[in-house]
């Protein structure tokens, strides 16, 4: 069984539906609120478990934290609890399914590692982190995972600046095409990149070949979080040849969009 440390996010999702996404300064009726656990670390953590691997997640929440960990099911939680609230993510779903999401990272801009999650990292097979979290972190549990020769899968969601250190202890790169089209100067040095395009599946470009599969036909009901079941999945699938954690991976990512919410 693959062992994965995820180092992320984790949030409490604010999610309503509306036919239509507002203009600038416009009312419009919705017909859904629902509160619920997010975060692209804590959804990822969420994947790789389900998806088999023994998972291991650390985060930081706020005084209000125990409404969202109690949903994480059997991943090991290495959880710090600072003051003022967890981070928050107010999410809007259109008719179609597509999404808006605005964040407030709230306890995720204080997370900070600790000597014995470092080690914990450096144990692991793979070490997958994302970008809601300061960039410090990031960096720090890179350092850790190279040092143990971990795995390391790096999701740059939401695409900001990273330093140029990080980037050469990366070893898979799992980006949308936007992001893809932000962090090209990066990519090229970066092992293996996996691509996602939405409905119309993903590639994967490794030294051990290129490999592309299709998207999946589903009736969408919310697009909300599928990237991360894709980025869980293919961690979760790491020990496998590279068409086939594509292909789990591509399939997850479809079956998320079948339901609401993350």
């Not at 996404?21 to 975060?39: H, L, N, Q, S, W």
């Not at 407030?104 to 590692?113: R, T």
């Not at 697009?223 to 991360?228: I, N, Q, R, V, Y």
Request: with cysteine.
């Amino acid at each position: 069984m693959t062992s994965i440390v995820v180092v992320g996010s984790i949030n409490l999702d604010v999610a309503c539906s509306c036919e239509r996404f507002p203009g600038p300064g416009e009312t419009v009726p919705g017909d859904r609120i629902a509160y619920g656990r997010g975060g692209k670390g804590a959804n990822q953590a969420a994947a790789a478990a389900r998806a088999g691997a023994a998972t291991t997640f650390i985060g930081a929440v706020g005084d209000d934290g125990a409404r969202v960990l109690d949903s994480l099911g059997d991943v090991d939680l290495r959880v710090t609890r600072v003051p003022g609230p967890t981070g928050t993510a107010v999410i809007t779903v259109d008719g179609r399914g597509e999404n808006t999401i605005v964040v407030v990272p709230g306890a995720n801009a204080l997370l900070s590692l600790t000597d014995d999650d470092r080690r914990v990292v450096a144990d692991a097979d793979v070490l997958l982190m994302q970008s809601e979290v300061p960039v410090p972190v990031v960096l720090d549990a890179a350092r850790a995972a190279r040092a143990g020769g971990t795995t390391v899968i790096l999701n740059p969601s939401p695409v900001r600046d990273l330093p140029d250190e990080l980037w050469s202890l990366v070893d898979v790169v799992v980006v949308n095409e936007s992001e893809a089209s932000a962090s090209a100067s990066h990519l090229a040095r970066i092992p293996t990149v996996v691509t996602t395009f939405g409905a119309n599946g993903a590639a994967l470009r490794s030294p051990d070949g290129e490999f592309r599969v299709d998207g999946i036909a589903v009736d969408v009901v919310d697009t909300t979080g599928a990237g991360d079941a894709f980025t869980g999945t293919l961690a979760a699938s790491w020990d496998l040849p590279p068409a086939e954690r594509l292909a789990r991976a591509n399939t997850a990512g479809a079956r998320a969009t079948t339901v609401a919410g993350a």
